[in-house]
């Protein structure tokens, strides 16, 4: 019995049969909003099973509809990514805020609570505490190092524990690199779930990726990316993508196909592209941050850095184990306090030359930004001070380029301040 290939091995060719596409070694786009039945019955069949009728039947394959629904480009892109995450299936959206707000909607109802880490992505952090609320979603909170006890405690005295139906963390968060045990959130999730009624944890991996990270082998039921990050690569395409299991995802993928806001042929096209080169690229991604904190670690003018690799079993035991346990690497992403405010931080981010300055991360260029005013803006002003996100704070997503230049670049910059 042949070894079973690595994932990065896979991505050149899972899921397409070159012989349905003229021999093309690639796959094609498939340009098309509609797809021709061979029979009536064959059009029946599919839309029984899409729209939940019935299961699919064991060695059924099923057909193309609309692509709305599916199209080659999806399925063969939701294939390759399961490969990563070892998800039993995997939802492809048109962007990662689709793929949260999707989640978010199917597994939450008026009278609800949903439970989150924080601090959280800006636009996850808006959307669950100025939108979900319109719709009679109660929301409670909980920081960085508090125990599972503390948790629990702050569960019950929203009053509302017997409505908790998901879990909802960031890990690594942004932009502080802090780490939620996944596990742990699990174990909450389990204890206020009942017979009747499962609570499920949902976890935001988009700051490790699926190489670095593997949240569903820690018990999360779902997991989350906004694939423009590190699965696209590039800065030239908006997607996002869930997994999880067969039964969860049928749920997900039901509700994307009447919200529509599944990705688009050409954007899977793209996606599939990038997965051929992610492990590269990540790879040399976390080499990079690693020198590049090295660097920040010694200047001068450099208050404070968060980099996953300056955790220590003495300097901080409760992340350093938690980073042991979930993160295979120390990442790409780094953020960092300048000595001063907002006035340094912006002399430092309008001196960069290599470095673009924008929002955004994961990409094969090195990116800088300046959360507290940029991503993390419609925070609220105390959260952001108590998790640490001031005016001083830059953030940097690591890219591919030579990391004697990524540093040079940075230390010109720091000079101007």
Same mark, same amino acid.
């Given at each position: 019995m042949?070894?079973?290939m ?11 049969k070159?012989e349905l596409s003229e021999g093309a070694?690639k796959c094609p786009?498939?340009q098309?909003?509609?797809?021709v =039945?061979?029979?009536a019955?064959?059009? #029946?069949?599919?839309?029984? !099973? $899409?729209?939940g009728?019935?299961?699919q039947q064991e060695? *059924?394959?099923?057909?193309?509809i ?16 399961t490969?990563?995450d ?9 962007s ?7 989640v ?5 109802k008026?009278?609800d ?6 601090p959280?992505?800006g636009g996850?952090?808006? =959307? ?5 609320p #319109?719709?009679?979603?109660h !929301? $409670?909170?909980?920081?960085?190092g508090?125990?599972?006890d *503390?948790?629990i405690q702050?569960?019950?005295k929203?009053?509302k524990a ?5 879990i909802y963390?960031e890990?690594?968060a ?5 780490l ?6 699990k174990?909450?999730?389990k204890h206020?779930?009942?017979t009747d009624k499962e ?7 988009t ?8 949240p ?10 906004s694939a423009?990050?590190?699965?696209g690569?590039?800065?030239d395409?908006?997607?996002?993508a869930?997994?999880?299991?067969k ?7 039901a509700l ?7 990705a ?13 080169t992610?492990k ?10 690693q020198k ?5 670690n ?8 968060y ?23 120390n990442g790409?992403?780094?953020?960092f306090?300048?000595k ?11 001196s960069?030359k ?8 994961g990409s ?8 507290a005013?940029m ?8 959260l ?8 001083k ?8 380029e030579?990391?004697e230049?990524?540093i ?10």
């Amino acid at each position: 019995m042949s070894k079973k290939m690595k994932p990065e091995s896979l991505m050149m060719s899972y899921g397409y049969k070159p012989e349905l596409s003229e021999g093309a070694v690639k796959c094609p786009i498939f340009q098309t909003s509609t797809f021709v =039945f061979k029979s009536a019955e064959d059009g #029946k069949a599919f839309f029984e !099973v $899409a729209y939940g009728l019935r299961s699919q039947q064991e060695g *059924e394959e099923l057909g193309l509809i609309y692509s709305r629904i599916n199209n080659p480009d999806l399925e063969i892109l939701e294939n390759r990514l399961t490969l990563w995450d070892e998800a039993e299936d995997c939802a492809v959206f048109e962007s990662g805020m689709a793929a949260i707000t999707t989640v978010l909607l199917e597994f939450l109802k008026p009278g609800d609570l949903l439970l989150i880490s924080n601090p959280l992505y800006g636009g996850s952090d808006h =959307f669950i505490k100025k939108v979900l609320p #319109k719709f009679g979603v109660h !929301v $409670a909170q909980f920081r960085v190092g508090q125990t599972k006890d *503390e948790i629990i405690q702050i569960v019950n005295k929203t009053g509302k524990a017997d409505k908790l139906a998901l879990i909802y963390i960031e890990t690594p968060a942004n932009p502080t690199n802090d780490l939620i045990d996944i596990e742990v959130s699990k174990e909450i999730a389990k204890h206020f779930s009942t017979t009747d009624k499962e609570v499920y944890l949902a976890v935001d991996n988009t700051y490790m990726g699926p190489v670095w990270q593997h949240p569903l082998k820690h018990g999360a039921d779902l997991v989350l990316y906004s694939a423009t990050k590190y699965i696209g690569g590039h800065s030239d395409v908006i997607a996002g993508a869930c997994l999880g299991s067969k039964s969860l995802m049928s749920r997900v993928k039901a509700l994307r196909t009447f919200l529509g806001n599944m990705a688009s042929p050409h954007t899977g096209w793209l996606l599939l592209r990038s997965l051929e080169t992610l492990k590269v690229r990540m790879d040399a991604q976390a080499m990079n941050a690693q020198k590049v904190a090295e660097f920040l670690n010694q200047h001068p003018k450099v208050e404070k850095v968060y980099y996953l690799g300056n955790l220590t079993e003495e300097n901080n035991p409760a992340q350093f184990n938690i980073k042991q346990k979930q993160c295979l690497t120390n990442g790409g992403m780094i953020s960092f306090d300048v000595k001063g405010g907002e006035k340094e931080a912006f002399a430092f981010l309008n001196s960069l030359k290599l470095i673009k300055l924008a929002v955004s991360l994961g990409s094969t260029e090195s990116l800088a930004e300046h959360p507290a005013t940029m991503t993390h803006v419609d925070v609220d002003t105390a959260l952001k001070k108590e998790l640490s996100i001031t005016e001083k704070m830059i953030r940097l997503s690591i890219g591919v380029e030579y990391y004697e230049d990524i540093i040079q670049d940075i230390a010109h910059a720091l000079e101007k301040i």
